[in-house]
C-alpha cells in the first residue's frame, strides 16, 4: 500500500461520507482498495461511501435480475446441488403423516373440496392424485422443487443485505443444510418449505421498498404475508413481521429500536390478524395436547426450564446437524446441565447485545435464529420442544451467519478463498449428511427404527416402531419396544400398553393381553382400543354377551367405528343378542 499523507488522510475522512468512491480515488490518487482499506482501518464504515455500497449491494428487481444472469453458473451449482442431494429422496415411500394427510384422506380425492379449503397444501395433494394417482413421486419432486426455490431466494436476499460473496455462500450452505432434509424429504412437512418462501419473498420485497421507496414493493410484501396467513397456514407466520424488523434494525437503517419499529408498524397489524385468525387453532392445538395421554403435557419441564433448553438444543442441532430425528425427546438432564444452559442463553444474548453496536449484522443474524423459532417458546405448550422441521426458516439466518463469519475470518487472516475453501469443507459433510438422511426417511420402517437409535430415551420412538410391527405382524419385536416404551414412561403409557396388550394377543398369549388391556381401561375409560381388543378376547372365549358389552363400549367412544359396528351386528344377528 502507497503512504497516505496527512492532507489525503484528512480528505478522505471530511469527505467519503458523501463523495462517491470513484471520485475519492481520483482527487487523492489512490486506488480504490486502498481508499477502502484506509477508511477501515480508521474505524469508520466503508458502507458508507456513496458507489461503494451500490457496487457490492443490489437495491432493485431489475438490478436483481442483472445479477441472477451474470451468476449464472451460481444458478446452475445450485440446480445441480439440491438435484443431486435429494435425488434419492424421489424414491421415498410415504411415511408419519403422509398416510393419513394423503395416501388414506379422502379430501384428496375431491379437488373441489381442496380449492374450497383454500390451503395450498392441500390443493397441491389434491392435483398430484388428480395426474399421477397415489404415487408420493410427484410430491417429493414438489418439495425439491420449492426448497430449490427457496435457496434461490436465500441468494437473493443474502445479496441485497451483505453482498454476493456472503449471498452466494449462504445460498449453497442452506441448499445443502442437513437439517432441512425434513422439510424437503418429509411430504407432510412441505408446508414448512412453503412458509419460508413467502418470508423470502416478503422480505425481498421490503428490502425493495426500502431501497426504491416504491409503494408496488410495499404492497408486495403485504400481500406475501396475507398469502402465509390464509392460504399456506403455517402456524410460524407469527414470526415473520419480528423478522423483518431484525432486517429493518440490524440490516437496513441501523438506526435506533423505536425507529425500526415506526419503519415496520404498518405490518403489526398483520401480525395482530394472524394471531386472530389462529387463535382458534391455538386453543384446539393446547386442548388436544392436555388431554393427549400420547403428548404427555403433564411431565412437560417448567417454562423457567423450557426456555434455556429450547435455545441451547436448536443451537446445537444448527452447530452440528448430525444427530437428526423426527422426535427430540428424552434427554436426560441434570440440575448442573440446565444451569449451563442458562448460562449458554445469557452468554448468546450478551453477546448479540454486545455486538448491536459494534457489529450490527452480525447481532442481528444472532437474533433471526431464535425470532424464527418464537412459537416453540411461548408459555403455553403448543409445539414440541424443538423440531428440525421447525427449524427451516432459521436456518436461513444461520446460512447467512456462517456465511458471513467465513469471510470475516478470509479477511481477518488474510487468506486468500479461505472463506470459500470454508464453505466447500462444510458442504462436504453437509452433503453426506443429506443423502444418508434421505435414506432413514425412505421407508417407515429405516425412519422409525432410525429415531429410535438417535433417541433412545424417546418413548414415542419405541411406540411408533412398534405401530409398524404390529402393521407388519412383527409382533415379538412389536412386544420388544412396546415393553421399552412403557419402561420409558413408568408404566404409564396407554398407547404403549396397548401395542403389548395386542401384540400378545397376536401371539397367542391372551391372559397377558387381557391383563394389559384391562389396565387400560380401568385407567384410560376412554380409550376404545381397548375394549376393541377385549371384544375379540371374549369372541374367542365364545363369551358372546361379553363382547358385545364391549363393542357397544366403543360406538359409546368412537361412534364413526364402522368396524366395531359391523362386528357388533353380525354377532347379534347369529347370537338374536
Known sequence: MSKITKSQKKFLKNAYKNTPLG??????????????????????????????????????????????????????????????????????????????????????????????????????????????????????????????????????????????KIGTLAAFLFAAFPVNTEAVSWISASNYSLETSTFLVMAILYVFYKSSGRKTYLSGAIAANAFAIFIVGSNFVISFVPLIFLIDRFFIEKKSFVSSLKNVAFLIPLTVVNFLYKYGQYNNRVSYLSGSAEANVEAAMPYFLRFPYTLYSNLRLLVFPDNLSIFHEGDVITDTGFLLMWLFTLTFFGVAFFLKKRNAEIAGLMFFIPTALLLTFSPVLISSYYAERYMYLATVGFSILAASLFVMLEEKIRIKHLAVICAVFVLGFYSFRVVTRNVEWSTPEKLWVSTAREVPNSPRAHKVLADYYIENKDFDNAAKESEIALKLRDGDYPGARNNLGLSYLRMGMADKAEEHFINNIENYPDMWQSYFNMSEIEVNRNNLKGAVFYLEKVLELDQGNDRARYILGKIKEGSGL
Open 23 to 164: 471520485e475519492l480515488s481520483k482527487k487523492t490518487g489512490i486506488p480504490r482498495e486502498e481508499v477502502l482499506s484506509y477508511i477501515k482501518k480508521s474505524g469508520k464504515n466503508p458502507d458508507k461511501i456513496i458507489g461503494n455500497e451500490s457496487e457490492n449491494k443490489v437495491k432493485s428487481f431489475s438490478e436483481i435480475l442483472l445479477v441472477l444472469k451474470e451468476s449464472k453458473w451460481v444458478v446452475l451449482g445450485l440446480f445441480i446441488l439440491v438435484s443431486a442431494l435429494y435425488f434419492n429422496s424421489l424414491k421415498g415411500q410415504f411415511v408419519a403423516d403422509d398416510i393419513l394427510g394423503f395416501r388414506d384422506n379422502p379430501q384428496v380425492k375431491n379437488l373441489a373440496v381442496s380449492f374450497r379449503s383454500m390451503r395450498a397444501q392441500a390443493i397441491v395433494y389434491a392435483l398430484s392424485y388428480k395426474f399421477f394417482g397415489l404415487s408420493p413421486v410427484p410430491l417429493h419432486a414438489a418439495s425439491i422443487l420449492y426448497h430449490l426455490i427457496n435457496s434461490l431466494l436465500v441468494l437473493i436476499l443474502g445479496t441485497l443485505l451483505f453482498g454476493r
